[in-house]
């Protein structure tokens, strides 16, 4: 039977949502398998990362979906999907919190994020460590690909009031005056994009599993190209870097 995650506002997870089957109506087929979720800054997930048999990736707009079921996401036709190269830019500051650490703003170890939580609108509600911890979007300070911090015991603190304070000396006409300026908004720093390449032709000391537990890369296999972009997808660069040889 059909069951519609989002209705009535039922939440749905990351995990209900990863390896669903993605199914145009026009096209009547099987167009791709969801491997990953990428969020945007209003922490809301913008884009389901499909997979052909590993050789091709596509991105689908939320957006685009026109039901999500019980392992199925469907959409009206293939035109919903575009090549994930064709949206480079667009998805570059997107992250996937799965698998961060999650640490407390007191400076405490909390795990790792193994699900997500998300709204009838793909909005993040909670995250849940592996544990089983349940922490509200509504608490946390700051989140990325590699970390989230959390503030549980004590009132939460603005984003803005931990930015470095930039200081611009501006000289006068007369080349004697200096004026200081200190910026004041709170604009977030870019993300910085790393090359990731130098992991080519290495090879790994243990195997590297997805969110689903399917292997990426088996143990003493060399890394290409193909194995580094299907570990970037999935969020697994930080660990194909740290079992490298």
């Avoid at 995650?5 to 969801?34: A, D, R």
């Avoid at 992250?95 to 193994?114: D, M």
């Avoid at 243990?206 to 969110?211: E, G, L, R, Y």
């Amino acid at each position: 039977m059909f069951l519609n995650l989002f209705c009535g506002g039922i939440m749905s997870k990351v995990s209900s949502i990863i390896s669903s089957y993605v199914v145009s109506v026009f096209n009547g087929q099987i167009e791709g398998v969801v491997s990953n979720i990428l969020f945007n800054e209003k922490k809301r997930a913008k884009w389901l990362i499909l997979s052909q048999n590993d050789e091709q990736f596509w991105v689908l707009d939320t957006s685009k979906i026109y039901k999500m079921g019980d392992g199925a996401v469907i959409i009206k036709n293939s035109a919903a999907l575009n090549l994930m190269e064709s949206k480079e830019l667009e998805i570059k500051n997107c992250f996937s919190p799965i698998n961060s650490i999650i640490v407390s703003i007191e400076g405490n170890f909390l795990g790792y994020i193994a699900d997500i939580e998300l709204d009838e609108k793909f909005n993040i509600k909670n995250f849940v460590s592996r544990d089983g911890q349940v922490f509200n979007l509504g608490n946390i300070v700051n989140i990325s690909d590699s970390a989230i911090i959390t503030c549980e015991n004590e009132k939460k603190p603005k984003l803005g009031t931990f930015k470095e304070k930039a200081k611009i000396e501006i000289p006068k006409s007369n080349n004697k005056v200096v004026e200081i300026l200190e910026k004041t908004d709170t604009i977030l720093p870019n993300r910085t994009i790393m090359n990731y390449n130098f992991l080519i032709n290495r090879k790994v000391s243990k195997n590297i599993v997805n969110f689903n537990g399917e292997i990426i890369i088996k143990e003493n296999q060399i890394i290409n190209s193909k194995i580094l972009d299907i570990a970037r997808i999935n969020g697994k660069i930080r660990e194909l870097t740290k079992y490298s040889i």
